[in-house]
């Protein structure tokens, strides 16, 4: 019996365009002008590990039904991922095409010509020395890439029959998820003496930027959407979960002075993203405030706005457009608005248009 295509969640799709715009606020903005959401601002670094948590969500709340049916075509879905990533990934190469000084300046030859050669081909963060190669947030599609290549066969892990066990493989995977930055504080292999998002070391590199110990997170993701199978979509559970995970969020990232930095960086938070997505992949208020229209627009274009928005203030400011148009003084607030626009017309004009001749070439060689 075919499986019924699982129905949409646009609170989850709303809620990406927050984290978005948290991401560009975290490269682009001083904390403090945000008041008592500063803390939210300063740790945008948490929202990258959401975003990876949710793609792993995603892509099981559509597919691990399907694969336990055998219906899951892994060559169709490897298709489906690159004609989805690679469009906008492509157009953040072009763009970054004035970094490409710098980064001959900031490496030597041959990491310089190994990010030239990797970055296209999505394995740049892989080597934490040019994990960032070309366009910051663009190591999490070495990371992305890599998860796909391996969800069919996670897919296809059997379907949890009770709650509790499964809850027990969820607790194990985000214990897992925690061991590299524990093993980072107990060792402190580059000699830092706190941490923080400014810090540098090549072993901070490699915790931050490269995919291993990120995944963790997105298997995560893929469980939850197993449990999300399980608990009701009504009634107040899923409301309760939400707001929890949303305070508990919070309170820990206003508590970030006091919490190791690797281990705050990404593991620590999972089940409290769980507890976020499960309460708006669920029916209630909190859902449908997130689920609006106007959410929901902007969150489709998140992943272009994450994507291209570190090139793109670059462009924006380096050729003082902002000056010529005499608008400078509306500057920074102005320039979030170009983001968003600019993000959104990649999304229409070269995200959506490029997926459909791409699908289509490939249909013709198949």
Known sequence: MEVRKPARLNALTGLRSFAAVNIVLFHFSNPLWFGWLAPVVNAGYASVSFFILLSGFVLGYNYNARARAGELDRLRFYEARFTRLYPIYFLSLILAW???????????????????????????????????FLNTPAWTMSAESFYYLLFPWMARWKKPERLAPHLWKMGGVWMLGLIPGTLYCIFNPDNIVRPDRWSYGPWLQALKYTPLPHMASFVFGVLLADLDEIVPRLGQLRLLLGISGFAGIFTLLTLAPKIPYAILHDGLLMPLFGCVILGLAGVNPLSRALGVRPLVFVGQASYCLYLLHFNMWNLIHDSHVLNWLRLNGLDPWISYVLLVALALAALHLVEKPAQQQLRKLMKLWS
């Open 98 to 132: 004035r970094m490409i000084p710098r980064e001959w300046g900031a490496h030597t030859h041959g990491m310089f010509w190994a990010g030239m050669v990797l970055s296209p081909l999505l394995l740049q963060g892989w080597i934490p020395p040019i994990a960032t």
